[in-house]
Every structure is written in structure tokens, then in C-alpha cells.
């Protein structure tokens, strides 16, 4: 397990997204893009993500705002806003079925570069296909 503190998620999470070969799965509170400013370190992941998608790996997202749905959609990435009443406040990202990565960071510039986030990336077979499963129940919803 390795931790990921404030500003190094870009840093330590786009190289596992630039190694995923088959599965990408996000579940996240909020997500933003930064068109006008590709050197932003969450435009840098939205990158990695994108780039993810256009050479075959698999990338479902469940997010919480209509207009990200749109953009992600138009990227590549099968994406849907969680159809529930009860809050979508996860921050997960399941890379292969087994590379986990997890914590309080959501995908925005405050929380890449100035707010106090803690998160962890981890491979686990057996916590993978139980996050599978969490991951499937929502995307059910």
C-alpha cells in the first residue's frame, strides 16, 4: 500500500492509469475539467483518463452532475449520473480489477493542489472483486 497526500495524486495515479490494460472504473463525488488550462494536475489526469479510453481499456464512470456525463461521454468514457437520493460521495478508482485507489480526494484543482486529502493505492485481487461488486450495485441504481 502507498499513500497519496495533498498534491501527489496526479503524480502517483496517472501512471496506473497509463498502465491499466483492460478496466477502469471510477466512482467519484466531484469531478472537474479544466479545458483552458491543460497543464492543470487534474486537466493532467482528465488526460490520462481520456488517453485510457481512446487506446481500448474499458472506462465506466459514475458521477454526480449531468454536464460532466456529457463531456465524458463525448470522450469515450461510459459514464452515468447515479440515479439516487442518497449522496454519491465516493472517491474510488478500480484499475484491472485489482489495482485500487481510494480516499478523500475528489478530482478538482483544490483538492490536487492546496486542500489537506489523503488517499491510498493498493493491488488486491480479493478487495478488487468486492469493489467490483460495490461498483455494480451503484452503477445499477
Same mark, same amino acid.
Request: hydrophobic content about 45%; proline content about 4%; charged content about 20%.
Given at each position: 500500500?502507498?499513500?497519496?497526500?495533498?498534491?501527489?495524486?496526479?503524480?502517483?495515479?496517472?501512471?496506473?492509469?497509463?498502465?491499466?490494460?483492460?478496466?477502469?472504473?471510477?466512482?467519484?463525488?466531484?469531478?472537474?475539467?479544466?479545458?483552458?488550462?491543460?497543464?492543470?494536475?487534474?486537466? /493532467?489526469?482528465?488526460? %490520462?483518463?481520456?488517453? #485510457? =479510453?481512446?487506446?481500448?481499456?474499458?472506462?465506466?464512470? !459514475?458521477?454526480?452532475? *449531468?454536464?460532466?456525463?456529457?463531456?465524458?461521454?463525448? /470522450?469515450?468514457?461510459? %459514464?452515468?449520473?447515479? #440515479? =439516487?437520493?442518497?449522496?454519491?460521495?465516493?472517491?474510488? !478508482?478500480?484499475?484491472? *480489477?485489482?489495482?485500487?485507489?481510494?480516499?478523500?480526494?475528489?478530482?478538482?484543482?483544490?483538492?490536487?493542489?492546496?486542500?489537506?486529502?489523503?488517499?491510498?493505492?493498493?493491488?488486491?485481487?480479493?478487495?478488487?472483486?468486492?469493489?467490483?461488486?460495490?461498483?455494480?450495485?451503484?452503477?445499477?441504481?
Amino acid at each position: 500500500m502507498e499513500t497519496i497526500i495533498g498534491k501527489q495524486f496526479s503524480e502517483k495515479v496517472i501512471p496506473l492509469i497509463d498502465e491499466a490494460k483492460n478496466t477502469i472504473r471510477v466512482v467519484v463525488f466531484d469531478w472537474r475539467w479544466y479545458p483552458n488550462d491543460p497543464g492543470n494536475p487534474v486537466q /493532467l489526469f482528465n488526460q %490520462a483518463i481520456v488517453r #485510457a =479510453s481512446k487506446r481500448g481499456v474499458n472506462v465506466q464512470a !459514475i458521477v454526480n452532475f *449531468d454536464p460532466l456525463v456529457k463531456t465524458l461521454k463525448d /470522450l469515450g468514457v461510459n %459514464a452515468k449520473k447515479l #440515479a =439516487s437520493a442518497n449522496l454519491l460521495h465516493t472517491k474510488l !478508482i478500480l484499475i484491472d *480489477d485489482e489495482v485500487v485507489v481510494v480516499g478523500s480526494h475528489n478530482f478538482t484543482s483544490p483538492a490536487f493542489t492546496k486542500n489537506f486529502e489523503l488517499s491510498v493505492f493498493f493491488t488486491d485481487v480479493e478487495i478488487g472483486q468486492e469493489l467490483i461488486n460495490y461498483f455494480n450495485q451503484i452503477w445499477q441504481l
